[in-house]
């Protein structure tokens, strides 16, 4: 394909309005002028203040709930579209809902493809996004997507720590693939937690699969939500003679008694990306930006560029 000439224009919704500035500034260009308009009930209104017409924008927005992160996208995407954007790319650096991916039990939705099926429709023409909670859901859009992985952030990181002994831990057994991954990267050895849940977000309890004594272990996910699996994990771990336990978690969701969970187990430190905002501060808590992930992702999208090298994992 040839590449085009056509200057790319590069907007955030509220929620990532941080993360965007990062992502243009290291994309090389201003973030664009968006105004949203609220109403005394709560609509609300985003609205473009410059022309768009016959470019190709990227819509940075994270969809953690609440639902007004996911409507606030759907109504840029509706907005570029009836602009007469050329190409609108979502950019989701965290894909809200992914949870709901199939029907584990009978009457309840699959929110994660009627998401997508919403983003299509409101205007999205490609979808760039970072470690869905489940591969198959790049399977529910009919769209490009293109599924980076953080692990091009967090390897680099690791690696600096020069630990010895070195484990990978999945705190479950759906994460076992990307505990092998990172394990293969690194040359290391690889434990697993099995977990049974009362509910979700309830554990009734967790045994460990392989030995981790005298071992620095680092506890892979995709996201930490409540922190319960992860700091159950880490304190398992350490009674069972483990030297030290760090976790790797792309998106900090962090809700309810996350924080202080944190605060009092064993687990020595928490990296994540900034894929969401954190609410609050935590000496535990070390934050890597996916900005320049993004950003040069972007780019190769805007020219056509080969992204396989974004794709170690």
């Known amino acids: 394909m040839a590449k085009t000439n056509l200057q790319p224009k590069i907007f955030a919704c509220t929620n990532s309005k941080t993360l965007g500035e990062r992502i243009a500034k290291a994309f090389g260009e201003d973030l664009g002028n968006v105004i949203t308009s609220t109403y ?32 606030e996208l759907l109504l840029m995407l509706d907005a570029a579209k009836r602009a007469s954007a050329r190409h609108i790319t979502a950019v ?20 994660a493809k009627l998401v997508a099926k919403m983003l299509e429709t409101a205007g999205a023409t490609r979808i760039i996004t970072m470690d869905l909670h ?23 990181y690791l690696e600096s720590l020069n630990l010895d002994n070195l484990t ?102 928490l990296i994540v990306t900034d894929s969401i ?5 935590s000496p535990k808590i070390k934050v890597l930006s996916c900005a320049d992930l993004f950003a040069d992702v972007m780019h190769k999208v805007h020219q056509n560029e080969s992204i396989s090298s974004k794709f170690i994992m």
């Open 40 to 71: 005394s009930d709560g609509e609300f209104q985003p609205s473009y203040e410059e022309s768009i017409r016959g470019t190709r924008i990227f819509i940075i927005a994270s969809t953690n709930p609440g639902p007004e992160n996911l409507m």
């Open 92 to 111: 989701i650096p965290y894909f809200g809902w992914a949870r709901q991916d199939r029907k584990d039990k009978p009457r309840v939705p699959i929110a």
């Open 134 to 156: 489940a591969d198959q859901i790049q399977g529910f859009f009919e769209k490009p997507v293109d599924h980076l992985f953080a692990s091009t952030i967090f390897l680099p």
């Open 168 to 269: 990978i831990a999945s705190p479950d057994m759906g994460g076992s693939k990307r505990a092998y991954a990172y394990s293969k990267a690194l040359e290391s050895d690889v434990v697993i937690c099995y977990k049974q849940r009362a509910k979700a977000n309830v554990i009734s309890h967790m045994s460990l699969i392989g030995d981790v004594t005298g071992k620095n272990v680092v506890l892979v996910d995709d996201m930490v939500d409540t922190a319960g699996t992860l700091t159950k994990a880490a304190d398992l771990m350490i009674e069972r003679g483990a030297k030290s336990v760090r976790a790797i978690c792309t998106h900090p969701i962090l809700s309810g008694s996350a924080y202080q969970r944190l605060e009092d187990s064993k687990l020595e430190e």
């Open 277 to 281: 905002p954190l609410s609050q501060e």
